[in-house]
Nanobody
Framework: QVQLVESGGGLVQAGGSLRLSCAAS????????MGWFRQAPGKEREFVAA????????VYADSGKGRFTISGDNATNTVFLQMKSLKPEDTAIYSC?????????????????????WGQGTQVTVSS
């Protein structure tokens, strides 16, 4: 079965950086998109970034543009989220997910509903 395991979360001061990893296993992911979502206490889950294994195209939420970079290693089926200039409002549980979107457009890739498999999440806490 498909498994997604996140790592790399932790406590960091505002302005700092973290690199999250998501290791995927259980099938071939060549047609899949990998996404990162986050959920802060009392808030709805929100899209952060996504990358398509086919072609490597990426999309970002406005909140992370210029600060977050998503990348992938096809050889190990691992996706990374490099986060810099972190802010207290970035505090959340970050989860990776994978699925096959109806189309490789930003609007589809940002929708949680197109992702069939989810990891458990990793906590990111940014102190002020």
């Amino acid at each position: 079965q498909v498994q997604l395991v996140e790592s790399g979360g932790g406590l960091v001061q505002a302005g700092g950086s973290l690199r999250l990893s998501c290791a995927a296993s259980g099938r071939t992911f060549s047609d899949y998109t990998m996404g990162w979502f986050r959920q802060a206490p009392g808030k709805e889950r929100e899209f952060v970034a996504a990358i398509s294994w086919k072609g490597g195209s990426t999309v970002y939420a406005d909140s992370g543009k210029g600060r977050f970079t998503i990348s992938g290693d096809n050889a190990t089926n691992t996706v990374f989220l490099q986060m810099k200039s972190l802010k207290p409002e970035d505090t959340a549980i970050y989860s990776c997910a994978t699925g096959i979107p109806p189309a490789y457009t930003r609007s589809w890739l940002a929708q949680a509903g197109i992702y069939a498999y989810w990891g458990q999440g990793t906590q990111v806490t940014v102190s002020s």
